[in-house]
């Protein structure tokens, strides 16, 4: 999945909500990279992971990441979101721009595509919302 996210024009076959995610391991040093889905919200791009997965803990808040969206390499600070009332409203923002992870989920969209704040509330004891501010100089990849 790395590979193919790495070849100009190849992610439209995994789909536009798919991006790179690099950081390095908090207690190992080393350069990681992998697939995650995301969604933009005004200034920011939301990842969403779930709690039971152990790799997130390398993006706790402040952390520097690069992003691969769509061919174009972004960076910034992440904040992991703490504020419940934060975090639902980032999650619905992510929920509603994907429809399918929003069925996937059990989160009903209705006729305009707006998420049930109800259960996207109750989605966060299992799930892990993290804001990047990316920052407004990118570099186009090809």
Do not use: C
Not at 74 to 85: K, L, M, R, Y
């Amino acid at each position: 999945m790395v590979g193919i996210l790495r070849i100009p024009g190849l992610q439209r076959l995994v789909g536009r909500s798919t991006a790179l995610v690099s950081f390095t391991g908090r207690r190992s040093g080393r350069q990681f990279t992998t697939p995650v889905t995301y969604a933009r919200a005004n200034d920011h791009i939301v990842l969403t992971y779930h709690r039971g997965r152990n790799w997130f803990r390398n993006l706790s808040s402040n952390s520097q990441v690069q992003l691969r969206l769509a061919g174009r390499e972004v960076e910034g600070p992440t904040q992991v979101v703490i504020d419940p009332v934060e975090a639902q409203k980032d999650l619905t923002i992510f929920l509603e721009a994907l429809p399918k992870t929003a069925k996937a989920s059990g989160t009903p969209l209705d006729a305009n595509r707006r998420g049930d704040q109800i259960t996207a509330a109750n989605l966060l004891d299992s799930t892990v919302v993290v804001r990047v501010d990316v920052e407004s100089t990118s570099t186009d990849v090809t």
